[in-house]
């Protein structure tokens, strides 16, 4: 059975950081791309970042590039993602993705979900 668990999401202020981890568990995680996805409130899940089962490639949403690096430790199935210089426009739930491929960049091409994590910026 697969599982992503993700944490580390919170109340944070404006300008502020967060470390979103999510660990894996039932795949085979050093040969799977992940990522991580974000949904605000009534607003539909996006993209924020991609990286590939060696760790080296990695991609980004427009909205997020240089304040959210994405990197992951194949030795103990965790990815994690770094969000760096929030804004109250990143509030939202954000989702880790076991993907379908590296290319991958629509919910539709997710094959597990995890629960979700909510981080919240205040102005």
């Known amino acids: 059975q697969v599982q992503l668990v993700d944490s580390g999401g919170g109340l944070v202020q404006a300008g502020g950081s967060l470390r979103l981890s999510c660990a894996a568990s039932?795949?085979?995680?050093?040969?799977?791309?992940m990522g991580w996805f974000r949904q605000a409130s009534a607003k539909e899940r996006e993209i924020v970042a991609v990286?590939?089962?060696?760790?080296?490639?990695?991609s980004y949403a427009d909205s997020v590039n240089g304040r959210f690096p994405i990197t992951r430790d194949n030795a103990n199935t965790t990815v994690f993602l770094q969000i760096n210089s929030l804004k109250p426009e990143d509030t939202g739930v954000y989702y880790c993705?076991?993907?379908?491929?590296?290319?991958?960049?629509?919910?539709?091409?997710?094959?597990?979900w995890g629960k979700g994590t909510l981080v919240t910026v205040s102005s």
């Open positions: 993705a076991a993907l379908k491929r590296y290319g991958a960049r629509s919910p539709d091409e997710v094959h597990y």
């Open positions: 039932g795949l085979t995680f050093s040969v799977r791309s």
């Open positions: 990286i590939k089962w060696g760790g080296i490639s990695t």
